[in-house]
């Protein structure tokens, strides 16, 4: 790798996205372990990882296509072992709402079959309601874990359904992959900027 590559890779962002890769197995460790309240907390702390990286990219002017990408890789991750950690620590939690995540996980291999198939890359929107959206899972897997009220959990769930929903609907209007299109709205105006 020379160092030209190195620079798009070595960021202060991408080194904390490479965390929270590298962590998130992490919560399937806790959750064999029996450590609920740790792998709320570390869960927690990964949803902090995700919003960080964007900010100090965004503050330190390195957002690029290569944190981009890594930061999608770095959410499927989270995502899978955050599943995993849930069947392996509470498994009646997943018979009692498979309905809700069975939406949520099908509505995220849409948004990334939709986008591989159209584009031959996975999406790396990082649309604002993305953005929310890990505030709600987080409060929403805590809540959970914690034998909380269902309600946070199901509303992230919908929240996490409408957010690939519209990943989905910009990929769809997208002439070319992009990344970083804030909402449908703007996926839109890029797609009649193509047309004139």
């Known amino acids: 790798m020379n160092r030209v590559d190195q620079a798009k890779w070595l960021t202060l962002p991408n080194v904390i996205t490479t965390v929270r890769i590298l962590g998130s197995p992490g919560l399937i460790l806790l959750a064999i372990a029996g450590e609920p309240y740790w792998l709320g907390g570390w869960a927690v702390f990964l949803v902090f990882t995700e919003w960080l990286d964007g900010f100090l990219a965004r503050r330190l002017h390195v957002t690029s296509a290569v944190g981009a990408r890594l930061d999608t890789i770095a959410d499927a991750i989270f995502y899978s072992s955050l599943l995993g950690a849930i069947v392996a620590l509470r498994p009646d939690l997943i018979r009692r709402e498979i ?8 509505s995220y291999l849409l948004s990334w079959l939709a986008s591989w198939i ?19 899972v987080g409060t929403g897997i805590v809540c959970l874990l914690a034998d909380g009220p269902l309600w946070p959990f199901r509303t992230a ?12 609907c910009i990929t769809i209007v997208l002439p070319e992959c992009r990344v970083d299109v804030p909402t449908f709205w703007h996926a839109r105006r890029k797609q009649r900027a193509s047309q004139h």
Not at 99 to 106: D, E, L, P, R
Not at 121 to 127: A, I, N
Request: charged share 10%; aromatic share 16%; glycine share 2%.
């Open 99 to 106: 309905t809700w995540i069975a939406a949520a996980v099908a």
């Open 118 to 136: 159209k584009f031959r890359c996975l999406p790396s929107y990082h649309t604002w309601a993305a953005k929310g959206v890990w505030l709600i």
């Open 157 to 168: 769930m919908a929240c996490v359904v409408l957010t690939n929903l519209e990943a989905f």
